[in-house]
T-cell receptor, first 115, second 113 residues
Framework: GAGVSQSPSNKVTEKGKDVELRCDPI?????LYWYRQSLGQGLEFLIY????????KSGLPSDRFSAERTGGSVSTLTIQRTQQEDSAVYLC?????????????FGPGTRLTVT | KNQVEQSPQSLIILEGKNCTLQ??????????LRWYKQDTGRGPVSLTIMTFSENTKSNGRYTATLDADTKQSSLHITASQLSDSASYICVVSDSGSARQLTFGSGTQLTVLP
């Protein structure tokens, strides 16, 4: 079946603009995660959604970042008033559940460049 | 603070040779450890997952080891191929919830013909 898809694959934006990144998880996966990968750094957890539960937003770096998941499927990560330090690859992953033994399947990522 | 340290940062080997990548962690309490392979421009793909009671796990030419006492893991790649060129990421979970993952910064492996 189809894997996790993300769009756009690349996004170049000017400092101060808002951007929206989209993630389509694998059908049937109840858990969805957003990560940020900066050059030379490990993946940084941003937020996760599990079913209809309230999302864990503990990893969001500032109130400029927000995410929503509509209908338990597609998710959008929004960054308002982008800054140059927001430049990174944003990865989305989904899994069957939250338990640590469920494998996370990653999308190809969106490379965001803030000029 | 939970940390995962990987070494070396980068490695270049010739096709057909073996190599070993290292991962040291200070995550507690330990739940499991995973190795991921990330090709350039792609998302990470899981290679192995190991729990506390497992010492060795193989996936084709990839063999992962875990020493929970010393908090060390290694990933051994046998008879390397050009397609093995990628970043290898060690990820440690500190609870029963997948969100509690600590990622290493990866080892960039380059296999030359």
């Amino acid at each position: 079946g189809a894997g996790v898809s993300q769009s756009p694959s690349n996004k170049v934006t000017e400092k101060g603009k808002d951007v929206e990144l989209r993630c389509d998880p694998i059908s049937g996966h109840t858990a969805l995660y957003w990560y940020r990968q900066s050059l030379g750094q490990g993946l940084e957890f941003l937020i996760y959604f599990q079913g209809n539960s309230a999302p864990d937003k503990s990893g969001l770096p500032s109130d400029r970042f927000s995410a929503e998941r509509t209908g338990g499927s597609v998710s959008t990560l929004t960054i308002q008033r982008t800054q140059q330090e927001d430049s990174a690859v944003y990865l989305c992953a989904s899994s069957l559940g939250l338990a640590a033994t469920y494998e996370q399947y990653f999308g190809p990522g969106t490379r965001l460049t803030v000029t | 603070k939970n940390q995962v340290e990987q070494s070396p940062q980068s490695l270049i080997i010739l096709e057909g040779k073996n190599c070993t990548l290292q991962c040291n962690y200070t995550v507690s309490p330990f739940s499991n450890l995973r190795w991921y392979k990330q090709d350039t421009g792609r998302g990470p793909v899981s290679l192995t997952i190991m729990t506390f009671s497992e010492n060795t796990k193989s996936n084709g030419r990839y063999t992962a080891t875990l020493d929970a006492d010393t908090k060390q893991s290694s990933l051994h790649i046998t008879a390397s191929q050009l397609s093995d060129s990628a970043s290898y990421i060690c990820v440690v979970s500190d609870s029963g919830s997948a969100r509690q993952l600590t990622f290493g910064s990866g080892t960039q492996l380059t296999v030359l013909p």
